[in-house]
């Protein structure tokens, strides 16, 4: 059976080294959905332990393979401006290099690279979703204009807010530090310095200072080029003269000639200047002064607000800029209580207007992700989002906002956060990932279909399949049903090589992948498993053709 090519991968290969029982692995990854499967203890999270490196997680340096020293992940990306590579490498000490694109990086800087395109569910840890950001994110979205509208106001209220407080500060410690700005803004002005201009007086004072030792060692030199009894330009003026006699006969000698005379009207050239040195002047007492007292004025003033004169600038900048402001709000000190109330009154009526847009949003949010919900095998889930008034408004609005859930009849609903198992938190995952859009082009589900079967599991396929079909989607499964529904289908194995056991991860034939089905379905490869197998393949197929089908018609509409 032949399947229609898939989304063109964003994650296109995965490079393993030395991580857990993985020795060495090369993964080509395909778009769509991929799924990972394998038997029990396979090391079928091993896959996602790595891209989890790649994310930001904590590197624990049990993770590198025994025997080795570290371990190292590679991750190859397609984009819109070409090719990305991203590693991490963790040594046995603990100690952790990021790169992109082959610059060290921060693994902090790492982490945010990557969490733009990568997406990991946790079967254990949804943790994203378990913040009330992320649960008010999820209003937000269908919310924007107020949420801007009020972060706006909110901002403009904070900083009016802030500067009242600074003006609201005692009287005295508002004075002293206005005293103390305008000392430091003076006391730099008053010397000027400029950048640069400390290497030249430097030396020009060391000129000035060894003048009498500069002008001793001119009159030595010109003694011995031009004016002892014995000097080098006398010496330089008798070899021409003895040259020239065999000049006249020998070519060789006449081109030396030529470069005797050249170099005694070097020498020649340098005897005006040398006497300039040695006849020079002694050193005015008072230019000296002056560039001992600027030198000193430089080294004050870097000895308090340095190191280098650049630092001493930026912060008489920066000093000037603060008692500006002070002076400014002293000087707006009667308006600035009104504005600060007009600003709060704006924050209340955007406040409340962003509640109300939450609230509208709130009811058809979640009539559309129960609706996927219930078909994953929680068919009694209830859901709400509940906003609860905040004490005194918040950078995020004038109200928290808590998901609600209960996946069972009877029970109250409460915080998703404390009363989700991980599956059905995996689930809610997926739910939110096909309704309200995956937010970065590569999601990894790991063990979504925990504690599901039937048609729930025919359900989550669906969904899986369906998110496959926007973005590049990579499942840790046992189910046969979410198996066939794959694009491209992994399997992970374990075998013992010289005593050691060693996983790897292959990609599987059409045979190969009815075999597995047919393992995972019962345990064994009968011919009515294989057959089994082979009428799950072929569903998956005309389903995902009609799911395809079905995009292409939305898009186009």
Do not use: C
Not at 105 to 132: D, Y
Not at 258 to 280: K, S, W
Not at 479 to 503: F, N, P, W
Not at 522 to 545: I, K, M, N, P, Y
């Amino acid at each position: 059976m032949n399947r229609p090519a898939a989304l063109t991968p964003s994650l296109t290969r995965l490079e393993v080294q030395s991580l857990a029982t993985i020795e060495t692995l090369e993964l080509e990854l395909g778009g769509g959905l991929s799924v990972f499967t394998g038997e029990t203890g396979a090391g079928k999270s091993i896959i996602v332990d790595a891209l989890g490196l790649l994310l930001g997680e904590r590197a624990k340096p049990d993770l590198i393979r025994r025997g080795a020293e570290q371990l190292l992940v590679t991750g190859f990306w397609d984009g819109e401006d070409g090719e990305a590579i991203s590693s991490r490498r963790v040594s046995r000490q603990g100690r952790s290099v990021a790169r992109l694109n082959g610059e060290v990086v921060a693994v902090r800087e790492l982490s945010g690279w990557a969490a733009e395109r990568l997406t990991i569910h946790w079967q254990h840890s949804a943790v994203t979703l378990l913040s009330h950001a992320a649960q008010r994110r999820l209003l937000d979205l269908r919310s924007v204009a107020a949420a801007e509208a009020y972060s706006a106001a909110y901002a403009a209220w904070q900083a009016a807010a802030n500067r009242l407080e600074r003006l609201r500060t005692g009287e005295r410690e508002r004075a002293r530090l206005l005293d103390l700005l305008e000392y430091q803004v003076d006391e730099i002005r008053a010397v000027a310095p400029q950048l640069g201009e400390e290497e030249p007086l430097t030396a020009q004072l060391s000129r000035l200072t060894h003048q009498e030792a500069i002008a001793g060692a001119a009159a030595g030199t010109l003694d011995l080029l031009a004016d002892g009894e014995v000097s080098a330009e006398g010496l330089m003026q008798a070899a021409i003269k003895t040259l020239a006699a065999g000049a006249r006969h020998d070519q060789a000698s006449e081109d030396l000639l030529g470069e005797l005379r050249t170099a005694l009207d070097g020498v020649a050239a340098l005897i005006p200047e040398l006497r300039d040195i040695a006849e020079a002047s002694a050193p005015d007492p008072e230019e000296v002064a002056r560039i001992e007292e600027r030198l000193a004025a430089l080294s004050r003033l870097k000895a308090k607000y340095g190191p280098e004169l650049s630092d001493v600038l930026a912060f008489g900048d920066a000093a000037e800029g603060e008692l500006n402001e002070l002076k400014q709000d002293q000087a707006d000190a009667g308006d600035l209580e009104d504005e600060v109330e007009r600003r709060f009154a704006a924050v209340q009526q955007a406040g409340q207007a962003l509640d109300q847009a939450r609230e509208a949003a709130a009811g058809p949010l979640t009539e559309s992700l129960l609706a996927v919900i219930r078909q994953l095998g929680m068919p009694h889930a209830r859901m709400e989002f509940a906003l609860t008034p905040l004490p005194q408004p918040a950078a995020s609005g004038l109200s928290d906002v808590t998901l609600l859930f209960s996946a069972n009849p009877g029970e109250n609903m409460g915080p998703l956060a404390e009363v989700a198992s991980g599956g059905e938190l995996s689930r809610v995952m997926l739910a939110i990932s096909t309704v309200v859009g995956a937010e970065t082009p590569v999601v990894i589900f790991d063990e979504v279909d925990a504690g599901i079967g039937g048609t729930a599991a025919v359900a989550v396929a669906e969904q899986l399949a369906q998110l496959g079909r926007e973005r590049q989607v990579m499942v840790v499964t046992h189910l046969a049903q979410i198996a066939a529904r794959a694009d491209h289908h992994y399997r992970v194995e374990k075998e013992v090589i010289d005593g050691r056991t060693v996983s790897r991860v292959r990609r599987l034939d059409q045979t190969e992948r009815e075999a597995e089905l047919a393992r995972m379905l019962g345990g064994q490869t009968s011919g009515a498993a294989l057959d089994h197998a082979r009428e799950l393949l072929a569903g998956g197929a005309v389903t995902a053709a009609s799911g395809r089908r079905r995009s292409a018609r939305s898009r186009q509409g």
